[in-house]
């Protein structure tokens, strides 16, 4: 079934490396191939394309977005997102988009702060569905937590609020790449997730904390390996352990932090006998 994706394989065979111009043509005929494997060969087709050409594309668009300096041109990540907006389920690039602009957002955060995120890029990324947009995309979506911060942008309260909706799993990803960006701002979040009504899980949460304590910079975006090119360190003070230590006893029941005290890097036997109630849910 190799030509139903017949215009993606031509586009691939003629972009020049760093080429916006070719890049518009690759999404497109990315977009289109897509559209034609799900005709003719449904689920497994699509994930056996997108598994074999996805890597290439995203390096494509990644390479596209800089100039020769290493600048960021975001106009022209907004103008392929503007093109294949998220959240409307009529095109494919979405999984495509959002794991380079995913890129950009970590790149920005860590060089230049979160001010020097464009308030577009939170928007875009905030707006990613998994229904719309695939699971992939979605994932990638969630490097949102790096613009944690933003002084235009509540970006810790948008949070929260879609967090109603969306459900723990969404907010799991997004406070994994806080915490990895801001473990204050990290903690704060977990916070205000568990004395949400909306929240279902609650020491779960805490597995997206732990990973800050294991290694510097996270593993998604997929495709993508940012200590090969950042300088980027990150940890927990005793302050900050001692903070989420207390947060931990205020919110949740000292009989769940003991039960579960040997499954998690942090020490939850401390929290429940140091912050604990007997009246916390």
């Not at 899980?201 to 996270?218: G, N």
């Amino acid at each position: 079934m190799a030509g139903d994706i017949a215009p993606l394989t031509n586009a691939l065979e003629e972009t020049t490396r760093g080429n916006q111009t070719d890049v518009y043509t690759l999404l497109a005929a990315w977009d289109k191939s897509i559209e034609a494997a799900l005709e003719r060969g449904g689920g497994s087709r699509f994930r056996e394309v997108t598994k074999e050409r996805r890597p290439k594309l995203i390096d494509m668009v990644d390479a596209a977005a800089t100039d020769e300096s290493g600048k960021v041109d975001w106009e022209f990540l907004q103008e392929c997102t503007d093109a294949y907006p998220p959240g409307v389920d009529d095109h494919h690039c979405s999984q495509v988009l959002a794991s380079v602009v995913a890129r950009y957002v970590i790149r920005t955060r860590i060089n230049h702060g979160p001010d020097a995120i464009p308030l577009w890029v939170v928007d875009y990324l905030m707006d990613i569905t998994i229904d719309a947009d695939t699971e992939w995309a979605w994932e990638s979506a969630a490097a949102l937590g790096w613009a944690v911060g933003h002084s235009h942008s509540p970006v810790l309260d948008r949070i929260v609020d879609r967090a109603g909706t969306d459900g723990d799993s969404w907010a799991m990803n997004i406070l994994t790449h806080v915490a990895f960006a801001d473990p204050d701002a990290g903690i704060t979040l977990l916070e205000r997730l568990l004395r949400s009504s909306d929240t279902r899980e609650d020491l779960l949460f805490l597995r997206s904390l732990e990973r800050p304590l294991k290694q510097d910079l996270p593993n998604f975006p997929q495709y993508w390996e940012p200590e090969r090119e950042l300088e980027y360190e990150v940890a927990f003070t005793d302050d900050q352990l001692d903070r989420l230590l207390e947060v931990l006893g205020e919110t949740v029941h000292p009989r769940r932090l003991e039960k579960f005290d040997d499954q998690y890097t942090f020490d939850l036997q401390r929290a429940a006998n140091e912050y604990g109630s007997a009246d916390s849910e």
